[in-house]
């Protein structure tokens, strides 16, 4: 009944008082969807280019028609059905080893009594995140690389050498450790947010009844952090046919690129470098449709599955 007599009392607010009360955050919040019109929005145009000749003299709209030529293109190429593929092994890749580790850390981290070591850890684990792949590419050369530190150890204990950089299948998962280091730190400020904000009550209360620590983390705590860790999957799930520019092209060489050659750097050497801007937002209108289609459907059976999912 309360919140129907304020319902009442807000339906007699004439709109001019409305409007005076409360136009500075309108206001406020014309800057933000101005942005969103400008720079999120406007571009979508663009994608008009993947059905058109385009030239760039004549213009977006008056460059010919050409229907689903540049589709009919890639999906006939060897070379698209091969980054395809290697950009789903190493995505998929990212998703099994690459994000549980975060969840994993966080909770061990939130389980710390000690805020000091807490603090230093979280530091040191979100370090990485501030490094380009120009620079962790480095690192990862004077690590992995037949003349690296790691080689040297293996040497001079009388181990034979590996070819991290030069096997594209041990390549893959020097590929997934640097993206671990690089990226973990990052998602475990959501998780730790994420557990912040969970009942302490439910873990005492199973203490009290004999569980062990371990037993908590997996039923009490865990499960509490279920919806983020859905929502973060889900997010991730979104992106499977979708991959960053820098981190493959920095990372790969020519000795693996059977393994390193995605999507992102297919688009780079076929579309932009040979200027066919229109076959690269081909390919990437093609990357946009599968990522809302996984998105939308990973989101359905996360709700039929009782979880909330993103909308």
Do not use: C
């Not at 229907?67 to 009919?72: D, L, M, N, S, T």
């Not at 950009?87 to 080893?97: E, K, M, P």
């Amino acid at each position: 009944m309360k919140e129907k007599r304020i319902k009442e009392k807000a339906r007699k607010i004439p709109f001019k008082v409305y409007a005076r009360n409360t136009w500075q955050l309108y206001l406020m919040l014309l800057i933000p969807v101005i942005y969103m019109l400008m720079f999120r929005y406007k571009p979508m145009i663009g994608g008009i280019i993947a059905f058109k000749k385009f030239n760039v003299f004549a213009g977006i709209w008056n460059s010919p028609w050409v229907g689903f030529a540049h589709f009919k293109e890639a999906f006939g190429s060897k070379d698209f059905w091969n980054a395809l593929v290697n950009t789903l092994i190493l995505n998929i890749g990212d998703l099994i080893i690459g994000f549980p580790v975060p969840v994993l850390i966080a909770v061990f981290l939130f389980e710390i009594r000690n805020v000091h070591i807490r603090k230093a850890t979280q530091t040191i684990l979100y370090l990485p995140n501030f490094l380009s792949w120009v620079i962790i590419a480095g690192i990862i050369t004077q690590l992995f690389s037949t003349s690296g530190l790691v080689n040297d150890i293996f040497r001079k204990v009388g181990a034979k050498e590996v070819n991290f950089l030069s096997s594209p299948f041990i390549w893959r998962f020097v590929y997934w450790f640097a993206g671990i280091w690089q990226s973990a730190g990052y998602s475990l400020i959501i998780y730790l947010a994420a557990l912040t904000a969970t009942d302490p009550s439910l873990g005492e209360a199973a203490y009290i009844d004999g569980a062990t620590r371990l037993q908590r983390i997996a039923h009490v705590t865990i499960p509490q952090i279920r919806p983020t860790i859905s929502i973060m999957l889900i997010m991730q799930l979104g992106k499977i046919v979708s991959i960053d520019f820098d981190r493959p092209f920095m990372m790969g060489n020519t000795l693996v690129k059977s393994a390193s050659d995605v999507i992102s750097t297919y688009v780079y050497s076929v579309g932009l470098q040979a200027g066919r801007f229109d076959f690269a937002t081909a390919v990437g209108l093609f990357q946009s449709v599968v990522g809302i289609i996984m998105i939308l459907s990973v989101n359905q059976i996360s709700k039929k599955m009782g979880e909330e999912g993103i909308m």
